[in-house]
T-cell receptor
Framework: GAVVSQHPSWVICKSGTSVKIECRSL??????MFWYRQFPKQSLMLMAT?????????EQGVEKDKFLINHASLTLSTLTVTSAHPEDSSFYIC????????????FGSGTRLTVV | GENVEQHPSTLSVQEGDSAVIKCTYS??????FPWYKQELGKGPQLIID?????GEKKDQRIAVTLNKTAKHFSLHITETQPEDSAVYFC????????????FGKGTMLLVSP
């Protein structure tokens, strides 16, 4: 089946540094990539949506200069958390939307970010 | 925009019992309704989905029903097993694969041996 590879699975970084999270669709082309943030015991909160070669569309309240999204190809999207602070610590998940394989969405395995 | 309500927030059952989780949606344009299982520290995994042209779909112990008129859909798990314990999310969207999924708040299912 469709697979989205998300790396790293966990990362610890110091305040003020930047962290890049990568998501690759391994065997299909991702029409759209969605990035979510999830707090403990809560649902997924959509941060932004991106299409290949286009600028990402950010949800209200999400700082686009802090959470940089790049969707350079139909198989790769990255989320960079710039100048990370402890309040950015969270579980980040990507999801690739595709019109292939009967449509649908495939989620990455998530990245646990801890900023110290 | 779409609003998805999910109940209950927690559900405890004994092994072998059935579990039912219910969701309602508000946007009549929604036509794709997936259910995801999320284990601790992992991303959501699709377990079953249904489209608006179908009223029911079954896959072994898991089934989903959809009532378009009432705008609600339900997940049914029969013969529950401890490994079914996880958080389950329902979602809805009007344009599968392209539009944003709107998620319910999740149901924590605990299956006791």
């Amino acid at each position: 089946g469709a697979v989205v590879s998300q790396h790293p699975s966990w990362v610890i970084c110091k305040s003020g540094t930047s962290v890049k999270i990568e998501c690759r669709s391994l065997d299909f082309q991702a029409t759209t990539m969605f990035w979510y943030r999830q707090f403990p015991k809560q649902s997924l909160m959509l941060m932004a949506t991106s299409n290949e070669g286009s600028k990402a569309t950010y949800e209200q309240g999400v700082e686009k200069d802090k959470f940089l999204i790049n969707h350079a190809s139909l198989t790769l999207s990255t989320l960079t958390v710039t100048s990370a602070h402890p309040e950015d610590s969270s579980f980040y998940i990507c999801s690739a939307g595709t019109r292939d394989r009967g449509n649908g969405y495939t989620f990455g395995s998530g990245t646990r970010l801890t900023v110290v | 925009g779409e609003n998805v309500e999910q109940h209950p927030s927690t559900l405890s059952v004994q092994e072998g019992d059935s579990a039912v989780i219910k969701c309602t949606y508000s946007d009549s344009a929604s036509n794709y309704f997936p259910w995801y299982k999320q284990e601790l520290g992992k991303g959501p995994q699709l377990i079953i989905d249904i489209r608006s042209n179908v009223g029911e779909k079954k896959d072994q112990r898991i089934a989903v029903t959809l009532n378009k008129t009432a705008k609600h859909f339900s997940l049914h798990i029969t013969e529950t097993q401890p490994e079914d314990s996880a958080v389950y999310f329902c979602a809805a969207t009007p344009n599968s694969g392209y539009s944003t999924l709107t998620f319910g708040k999740g149901t924590m299912l605990l299956v006791s041996p």
